[in-house]
């Protein structure tokens, strides 16, 4: 995969890098028992997610991120040939166990490593100026570049250069102290479009109530809320619409709300409408899942 499709969008990527360990459950092994599961390795992260999704949808792609210098992270290097991953030296690839389970449900076990290095220095201001849309995905990985204020820095530069900007937000596994909310706030508030799906919305907010959370959040910027098998939510001060999304057969969950950025990115910069842009989402990511994941790690490592 090359980052250039030579066509005329382009978009900018910045955040989480890693690998996905996908593993098909039942249920949850008893303490100290053993079960028998499918597995699969996938290119992983918000980011990386996105970007890999936008190139095969036919957009030039910049992916900006951070692996580790090790087997995991030149197989990464290798498999998409994104020219702007740093190699850390001091840290490993990072890693997501991402456990799906009968039912549909999912639950998470990830190791940020480089990713949590994440700095500024990689942000270049010629990649901003050449691009259509910034994206900006792994918030609570970045932990180095958003305890920096690095992603306010990011989406000010953006609105000064004139380039619309996304962020995926993720859930929050660190905690919340009113300083970190306050800090969220602040980002939010300079980004043109949140990502979030409805457990996200009411975490982020502290409301229990997720019509008063996407209230409160569409005061700030433009939401767009991933629902699942119904599809998504797009809320802004002036428009609420809500979009369905065609029932598929799910062969893999992880990954569909970052296939729905990349749709609705995509959709939106080549028709400047939400509708489009939602309905895009919606298809890419039904498309996504319902396919059989595909396992990268070559033979070599």
């Known amino acids: 995969m090359v980052a250039d499709n030579k066509g005329d969008i382009n978009v900018y990527c910045l955040g989480d890098v890693n690998w996905d360990v996908l593993v098909f459950l039942d249920n949850f092994p008893d303490e100290d028992k053993q079960v028998i599961s499918r597995f699969f390795w996938l290119p992983g992260g918000e980011a990386q997610n996105t970007a890999r999704r936008l190139w095969e949808l036919g ?18 290097r290798r498999i998409t040939q994104f020219e702007d991953l740093s190699i850390d030296e001091k840290a490993k690839t990072g890693i997501t166990f991402a456990f799906v389970f009968k039912d ?6 990830t190791d940020p490593g480089a990713n949590a290095n994440l700095d500024w220095s990689q942000v270049k201001k010629d990649d901003i100026e050449s691009t259509d849309f910034v994206f900006k995905g792994g918030y609570w990985h970045n932990k180095k570049f958003r305890e920096a204020g ?40 300079l980004t043109d479009y949140l990502f979030l799906n409805e ?22 910027t433009r939401v767009v809320l991933h629902r699942g098998p119904d599809g998504c ?40 409408d939400i ?27």
């Open 59 to 76: 957009a030039n792609v910049k992916l900006v991120g951070r692996v580790g210098d090790d087997d995991l992270g030149a197989e990464i």
């Open 104 to 109: 549909g449900s999912r639950s998470f076990i």
């Open 150 to 189: 690095n992603d306010e820095r990011l989406f000010k530069l953006a609105k000064d250069l004139g380039k619309p900007t996304g962020l995926n937000l993720g859930w929050n596994y660190t905690g919340w102290t009113e300083e970190k909310r306050d800090k969220l706030m602040r980002v939010i508030a």
């Open 199 to 220: 457990d996200e919305a009411v975490d982020i907010t502290g409301e229990k109530d997720l019509r008063r959370a996407l209230s409160y959040l569409s005061e700030m």
């Open 233 to 272: 939510l797009f809320k802004s001060q002036s428009v609420e619409a809500g979009y369905p999304v065609e029932a598929v057969h799910v062969q893999n969950p992880v990954g569909a709300g970052d296939a729905f950025n990349a749709g609705f990115i995509l959709g939106l910069l080549q028709t400047n």
């Open 275 to 301: 509708g489009a842009a939602c309905n895009l989402g919606n298809k890419t990511a039904a498309e996504y899942i319902s396919k059989q994941p595909k396992s990268y790690i070559s033979r070599k490592i």
